[in-house]
């Protein structure tokens, strides 16, 4: 839940599991599209579902002159962090952008989510425009793909645009506008943004406004464009003949998502296994596919909980919330209830 505070600063509240007590996520979360007082903006905070328990959040850092910065939370808000970048560019040249002077920012907002691309039906595959930098906004962006939940990623050549993945993030297609080029064409790769190909599918200059595919299993894309003369086009291209194999067991490989600035293989109180496809395999899943997901608890640790209602901080240091202890019903000065809460979902045993 984000909330609008004095100063004009909006907070992320997460609630224990009945939805009743609410406790501080993350602070000073980026806003954009317009003032509260003109309805909800948009809130540059997402729930990463391709991989669980993980969120991501653009927020403001404590300069004079406030700028957003990108970071990422395993285990439910407890504790976030700077994303790091990819070692290289997308020619083979090794980068050098190391935290905290320089890590990887993602544009994205709750409502735009041509923007971001992470879904249950692709465990692992993250896809989202940004920049390398300080801060959001500070260079060029290009567009950064993720294959394991965040922790490492590749840069493509493609500036601003469109993407959008099938099948379940077997072909990544992209779409932009080139006013130089004879004709619109889309990029797609079916390795996971390791190579990409170019696809003339007119001959007319089509600026894309938006990319669709319904259900995400499926291989046929539809583009929404606009024409020179502002004419509206629908043009739907079917990945059937690219993808013309269907994946096989030796396709597949085994994925283990955790926190991976934790000290286990843990993923809230469990390691998790997914079958996914490699990334060197140009095949398709098919619509009837099940990746199979296993499940094993482990141990509880300090990383399995969080600060309770009426504290604050992080979960190695909950301290009670600075209030006015005489609007206490009682006057009381003490608290009764413990510092710390397991973190909604968590599945460790004590």
């Known amino acids: 839940m984000a909330v609008n505070h004095h100063q004009n600063l909006t907070n992320v509240y997460i609630s224990d599991k009945l939805g009743i ?13 317009g003032a509260w007082i003109h309805g909800p903006p948009i809130i540059h905070f997402k729930v990463l579902l391709s991989m669980p328990g993980a969120y991501i959040a653009t927020q403001m850092n404590h300069e004079e002159d406030p700028k957003p910065i990108t970071k990422i939370s395993y285990n439910k808000g407890g504790s976030w962090h700077l994303i790091r970048a990819p070692t290289k560019d997308s020619f083979g040249s090794v980068i050098n952008c190391v935290p905290p002077a320089c890590s990887l920012h993602l544009d994205f907002s709750s409502y735009q989510n041509y923007r971001f691309y992470a879904t249950a039906s692709s465990p692992g595959l993250i896809i989202s425009f940004g920049n390398l930098g300080k801060y959001l906004g500070q260079n060029s962006y290009s567009m950064f793909i993720s294959q394991d939940g965040g ?30 080029a004879l004709g619109t064409f889309i990029n797609y790769s ?23 595919v319904k259900p995400d299993t499926s291989l046929f894309v539809t583009i929404l464009g606009q024409k020179q003369s502002r004419e509206w086009i629908l043009a739907r291209l079917n990945f059937t003949s690219i993808l013309n194999r269907k994946c096989q067991i030796s396709d597949y490989k085994i994925w283990i998502p955790k926190d991976y600035y934790g000290k286990s293989n843990c993923t809230l109180g469990e390691i998790l296994s997914y079958r996914i496809r490699k990334p060197e395999s140009c095949c398709y899943n098919g619509q009837n596919f099940v990746g199979p997901k296993a499940a094993t608890s482990c141990p509880c640790s300090v990383e399995d909980f969080e600060c309770n209602y009426g504290f604050e901080g992080t979960s190695l240091n909950c301290s009670v919330i600075n209030v006015d202890r005489k609007e206490c019903n009682n006057g009381s000065q003490y608290f009764y209830a413990s510092k710390y809460r397991k973190v909604s979902g968590n599945h460790c045993e004590k």
């Open 151 to 180: 922790n490492t990623w590749k840069v493509t050549q493609f500036g601003y645009g469109h993407f959008i993945a099938l099948d379940r993030g077997s072909i990544i297609v992209t779409a932009g506008y080139d006013s130089s």
């Open 190 to 212: 079916c390795n996971g943004g390791i190579d990409w190909k170019k696809l003339k599918f007119s001959n007319e200059k089509i600026r894309a406004i938006r990319l669709f």
């Open 21 to 33: 007590n609410y406790t501080l996520a993350i602070d000073r979360i980026k806003i954009s599209g």
